[in-house]
């Protein structure tokens, strides 16, 4: 069964410093989505993607963030100067079309970021 | 925007009992409302959805109840086994708006 991959799995860097989250979604989804889960807490929404732009964002999702689907496969979210608060666990999901519903969105593994 | 509650935070019940979680949510323009699980370390998983157009769904031992007037939806799980133990979210979504909103989550535990 097709699975959304990400990479790295774990990502240390120091406070201030440019990171950037990659993930594969599965190959014939056209919607794409980043996440965050902070410690313990509940999964929440960053951003969504489709049709090459972003369609939502959330009040997360500032200046600071921003996402690019640089060629076919990859679907990356970049955090220009990262803030301790950024620590969390970031997973990139996506979905198909099914015209006239709503269908499941499919969840990455996720990669474990640590501001330093 | 939504606003996804869910209730209990922890919920620990003997092996073979039923386990039931509750959220309620705030727009009713809402219409979709999936269930995951999410184990240790791991990624959410999707156990069980429904949709606005429908009361309740069921697959195997699991159950999702929904009330569209009172805005809320419920999990309902039987005959629970060890390997139910897991954190477990709601969320809910409209069409147009594709951002899934994520309850606080349940730690479901089953004591042998």
């Known amino acids: 069964e097709p699975e959304v991959t990400q990479t790295p799995s774990h990502q240390v860097t120091q406070m201030g410093q440019e990171v950037i989250l990659r993930c594969v979604p599965i190959s014939n989804h056209l919607y794409f989505y980043w996440y965050r889960q902070i410690l313990g807490q509940k999964v929440e929404f960053l951003v969504s993607?489709?049709?090459?732009?972003?369609?939502?964002k959330s009040e997360i999702f500032d200046d600071q963030f921003s996402v690019e689907r640089p060629d076919g496969s990859n679907f990356t979210l970049k955090i220009r100067s990262t803030k301790l608060e950024d620590s969390a666990m970031y997973f990139c999901?996506?979905?198909?079309?099914?015209?006239?519903?709503?269908?499941?969105?499919?969840f990455g593994p996720g990669t474990r970021l640590t501001v330093l | 925007g939504e606003n996804v509650e869910q209730h209990p935070s922890t919920l620990s019940v003997q092996e073979g009992d039923s386990a039931v979680i509750k959220c309620t949510y705030s727009d009713s323009a809402s219409n979709y409302f999936p269930w995951y699980k999410q184990e240790l370390g791991k990624r959410p998983q999707l156990i069980i959805d429904?949709?606005?157009?429908?009361g309740e769904k069921k697959d195997q031992r699991i159950a999702v109840t929904l009330n569209k007037t009172a805005k809320h939806f419920s999990l309902h799980i039987t005959e629970t086994q060890p390997e139910d133990s897991a954190v477990y979210f709601c969320a809910a979504t409209k069409r147009g708006a594709d951002g899934l909103t994520f309850g606080k989550g349940t730690h479901l535990i089953i004591q042998p």
């Open positions: 993607f489709y049709n090459n732009e972003i369609s939502e």
């Open positions: 429904i949709r606005s157009n429908v």
């Open positions: 999901a996506s979905r198909g079309a099914l015209a006239g519903t709503y269908n499941e969105q499919f």
